[in-house]
């Protein structure tokens, strides 16, 4: 099995992640949607500017997430992701994610100017594609 090709497909298909924080030794997870650029090895999600999550990743950008499976149990993994404000607008990028998600809320005109975009880079990944079938791979 090619893990690196079941990597990209469920990076290209997937919409949604669990993104863990953790501020002072306290963790807090929430679901996010997601954009993964392949070229540029770069996850990219957005974000209300006023809430608690850019806090927490502005005091700690080190991150976790797992994709959320929309088939079985397949899903990517992540252990040591950093995080980052984007130096790319949410504008810029908003043509990706709403050809991913059309129904995605950057879709709203109001919305836009109230996000902040992140981006995710890391250098490994766990591909789980079931029980039986996962690897730890290079990105």
Same mark, same amino acid.
């Given at each position: 099995m090619d893990f690196k090709k079941e990597y990209e497909r469920m990076m290209e298909k997937q919409t949604a992640m669990a993104i863990a924080t953790a501020v002072d030794g306290v963790p807090n997870v929430r679901i996010?949607?997601?954009?993964?650029? /392949?070229?540029? +090895?770069?996850?990219?999600?957005s974000t209300f500017g006023n809430n608690q999550k850019v806090v927490e990743l502005g005091e700690n950008p080190h991150v976790a997430f797992t994709t959320i499976p929309e088939n079985?149990?397949?899903?990517?993994?992540?252990?040591?992701?950093?995080?980052?404000?984007?130096?790319?607008?949410? /504008?810029?990028? +908003?043509?990706k994610f709403l050809s991913k998600m059309p129904e995605y809320i950057m879709s709203i005109p109001d919305v836009l100017p109230a996000l902040i975009l992140f981006e995710i880079t890391f250098d490994e990944a766990d591909v789980v594609i079931d029980f039986e079938h996962m690897e730890t791979i290079a990105v």
């Open positions: 996010v949607n997601f954009y993964y650029d /392949e070229e540029l +090895k770069t996850l990219y999600f079985g149990e397949e899903h990517v993994r992540v252990k040591a992701g950093v995080v980052k404000k984007s130096s790319v607008s949410v /504008e810029t990028i +908003k043509a």
